[in-house]
T-cell receptor
Framework: DTGVSQDPRHKITKRGQNVTFRCDPI?????LYWYRQTLGQGPEFLTY????????KSRLLSDRFSAERPKGSFSTLEIQRTEQGDSAMYLC?????????????????FGAGSRLTVL | AQKVTQAQTEISVVEKEDVTLDCVYE???????LFWYKQPPSGELVFLIR??????QNEISGRYSWNFQKSTSSFNFTITASQVVDSAVYFC?????????????FGGGTRLMVKP
């Protein structure tokens, strides 16, 4: 297993265009997370899936953002009508809840991220 | 609401110096987990350690050590005899136990530069 893969690694787009990012988690992990990281800041939670169900969404996730995990494996994050404020690194992470009593103890494995620049 | 503060935005040391990265957290929960992650220039966050709120024992792993003090809500990270390869951004993070989604709250990070 090569870890969490994200594609593309870099995306430059013009304001108003739509973009889609893909994340392939570690195959045996049932949870998948999206975080956003702006320059000089720590990552901020956007949303997470348990298998194919999207169970939590942050207020940061405006209605221009949509995430899917159709078969409980890979996930996509789409941003419609991009704005300059969307420029950030979008990080995907996955984890397994097997054997855990406390989901708070979950250790997330992160991908290298997809960097979005909106001109 | 939970919050993590890393007051040091940037630290520069010379190789072989010891360096401590500070982390202060806020939470109303009595059961929670604290994490440290390393983000090298490649961008991928690498897990370093997880501690739960009931285990205040300090931990040492090679050149790395962690000091958890509930009385001051701190979880500091020390690198002994720093090396150039330690240069990265280090993040402290918090997760509350009853947080069903295991949403991590990260601090703003500390950029460590180790010069040869």
């Amino acid at each position: 297993d090569t870890g969490v893969s994200q594609d593309p690694r870099h995306k430059i787009t013009k304001r108003g265009q739509n973009v889609t990012f893909r994340c392939d988690p570690i195959s045996e992990h049932n949870r998948l997370y999206w975080y956003r990281q702006t320059l000089g800041q720590g990552p901020e939670f956007l949303t997470y899936f348990q298998n194919e169900a999207q169970l939590e969404k942050s207020r940061l996730l405006s209605d221009r953002f949509s995430a899917e995990r159709p078969k409980g494996s890979f996930s996509t994050l789409e941003i419609q009508r991009t704005e300059q404020g969307d420029s950030a690194m979008y990080l995907c992470a996955s984890s397994s809840t097997d054997g855990l009593q406390d989901s708070g103890a979950n250790v997330l494995t992160f991908g290298a991220g997809s960097r979005l620049t909106v001109l | 609401a939970q919050k993590v503060t890393q007051a040091q935005t940037e630290i520069s040391v010379v190789e072989k110096e010891d360096v401590t990265l500070d982390c202060v957290y806020e939470t109303r929960d009595t059961t929670y987990y604290l994490f440290w992650y390393k983000q090298p220039p490649s961008g991928e966050l690498v897990f370093l350690i997880r501690r739960n709120s009931f285990d205040e024992q300090n931990e040492i792993s090679g050149r790395y050590s962690w000091n958890f003090q509930k009385s001051t809500s701190s979880f500091n990270f020390t690198i002994t005899a720093s090396q150039v390869v330690d240069s990265a951004v280090y993040f402290c993070a918090l997760s509350e136990a009853n947080n069903a989604g295991n949403m991590l709250t990260f601090g703003g990070g500390t950029r460590l530069m180790v010069k040869p």
